[in-house]
């Protein structure tokens, strides 16, 4: 975790000598007794703040460590497409309907030695209807009335744009390859759909552990 030291500003200021004077000297003893008077209260001064003369400068030593405990998205999972296949209207013959979910991945590589686990969340724009569909993208020739649903390793949904609060993690091995295994899928979210085209864009985003 990442700690900001924070540093507030001192200001130095010099008070400005004051040019009104309220002692007058009316007789030459009564000069000699203030006088001495400012020589002893000078002297006083002097010696009470003699001991700041003695601090001296304190140096603080601040040490810490980053560890390595992230990884690196591999090549093939930087821009892929996943191709959710024809499908026939037909199947979307209620809503929640789903075509059968089509397989891709992420892989990590390479990992860091201290790294343990990960948060895999996805972000997009999310479907009017279902908002934990990734929603179709629109256009003359495009399919309407489904979303795009995305699966974990278990298949079971992982909503779009959820908080990290909400996501899970999933263990890594540390200084190795590590692949992350999910599924996507389409899902009616109003009868009839309409035939078209399907195209959906969303981007993932990893929190390491």
């Known amino acids: 975790m990442a700690r900001?030291?924070?540093?507030?500003?001192?200001?130095?200021?010099?008070?400005?000598?004051?040019?009104?004077?309220?002692?007058?000297?009316?007789?030459?003893a009564a000069k000699e007794i203030m006088m001495r008077t400012l020589q002893y209260l000078l002297g006083a001064l002097f010696t009470l703040g003699a001991p700041a003369a003695l601090a001296a400068d304190s140096t603080i030593a601040i040490?810490?460590?980053?560890?390595?405990?992230?990884?690196?998205?591999?090549?093939?999972?930087?821009?892929?497409?996943?191709?959710?296949?024809?499908?026939?209207?037909?199947?979307?013959?209620a809503v929640g309907a789903t075509t059968p979910p089509v397989p891709f991945r992420i892989v990590l590589s390479p990992c860091g030695t201290s790294v343990t686990a990960v948060k895999v969340g996805f972000t997009g724009v999310?479907?009017?209807?279902?908002?934990?569909?990734?929603?179709?993208?629109?256009?003359?020739?495009?399919a309407a009335g489904m979303g795009v649903e995305i699966l974990d390793q278990?298949?079971?949904r992982l909503p779009v744009n959820a908080p990290s609060s909400t996501m899970t993690w999933t263990t890594l091995t540390p200084g190795q390859t590590?692949?992350?295994?999910?599924?996507?899928?389409?899902?009616?979210?109003?009868?009839?759909v309409t035939a078209g085209h399907v195209n959906a864009t969303a981007t993932f985003t990893l929190e390491f552990q």
Do not use: H
Request: with cysteine; hydrophobic share 35%; glycine share 4%.
């Open 154 to 156: 278990q298949q079971s």
């Open 126 to 142: 999310a479907d009017s209807v279902n908002t934990s569909l990734l929603k179709l993208d629109a256009g003359t020739s495009a």
């Open 178 to 192: 590590n692949i992350l295994n999910f599924y996507a899928r389409l899902m009616a979210t109003q009868v009839p």
């Open 4 to 28: 900001t030291l924070s540093a507030w500003p001192i200001t130095v200021c010099r008070r400005r000598a004051s040019s009104r004077r309220s002692v007058s000297f009316r007789s030459r």
């Open 63 to 93: 040490s810490g460590y980053v560890r390595d405990n992230a990884c690196t998205v591999a090549g093939e999972s930087k821009d892929f497409t996943v191709d959710l296949q024809d499908n026939a209207a037909k199947q979307f013959y």
